[in-house]
């Protein structure tokens, strides 16, 4: 049973360009979490959704931000314009049903140049 | 507001020793509370979770206890290994999503 896929592992974009991070939830799992972690720091709640609707987008920035989890295929985290501030770890983490276990994938570690 | 306080932000020990690592809660709805490991450069993976209708749980060497009224709960590792080293993050449920403490940077000596 495949675990939470998220790729890429690492991205490196320039200032202004745009970053895609995708994942898949572990199979079973409707729903979906992202997690954002700077160096030494703790994971801050990013966005909430479940199949093709955002549950939670509480912890999202008001600009820049979206998340998408469609009906088929992964869910999307997109960052538009990069700056350096949002280089960071984007972790994703799926459960079965709200308030079990998450189960983290491998993160992707975006840099900005 | 919605808020996990985690304490300390280092922890250091001998092998063999205990260790102990407190959390503190704001929303008195919670009642999910996971522990989770977290090695340099992978994933956070869960070691142990506790529900609000239960004071205490234990597996093997790790375990957790739970104080609902004071809104805290702790994570107690007996007989620390090296390979324990690792930082650790508390949760509490917060709504329908996980919020985390600052983590635990916890380093056994040999």
């Known amino acids: 049973n495949a675990g939470v896929m998220q790729n890429p592992r690492h991205l490196v974009r320039r200032r202004g360009q745009e970053a895609r991070l995708r994942c898949s939830p572990m199979?079973?799992?409707?729903?979906v979490y992202w997690y954002r972690q700077l160096p030494e720091e703790g994971l801050k709640f990013m966005v909430y959704l479940q199949k093709e609707n955002i549950i939670d987008e509480s912890g999202m920035p008001k600009e820049r931000f979206s998340a998408e989890f469609p009906k088929e295929g992964p869910s999307i985290l997109r960052i538009q314009q990069v700056v350096r501030g949002d280089s960071a770890a984007y972790f994703c983490a799926s459960s079965r049903e709200t308030g079990e276990a998450l189960h983290f994938g491998n993160g992707t570690r975006l840099t900005v140049t | 507001g919605e808020n996990v306080e985690q304490h300390p932000s280092t922890l250091s020990v001998q092998e063999g020793d205990s260790a102990v690592i407190k959390c503190t809660y704001s929303d008195s709805a919670s009642n999910y509370f996971p522990w989770y490991k977290q090695e340099l450069g992978k994933r956070p993976q869960l070691i142990i979770d506790i529900r609000s209708n239960v004071g205490e749980k234990k597996d093997q060497r790790i375990a957790v206890t739970l104080n609902k009224t004071a809104k805290h709960f702790s994570l107690h590792i007996t007989e620390t290994q090296p390979e324990d080293s690792a930082v650790y993050f508390c949760a509490a449920s917060m709504g329908r999503k996980l919020i985390f403490g600052q983590g635990t940077e916890l380093s056994v000596k040999p």
């Open positions: 199979k079973g799992h409707s729903h």
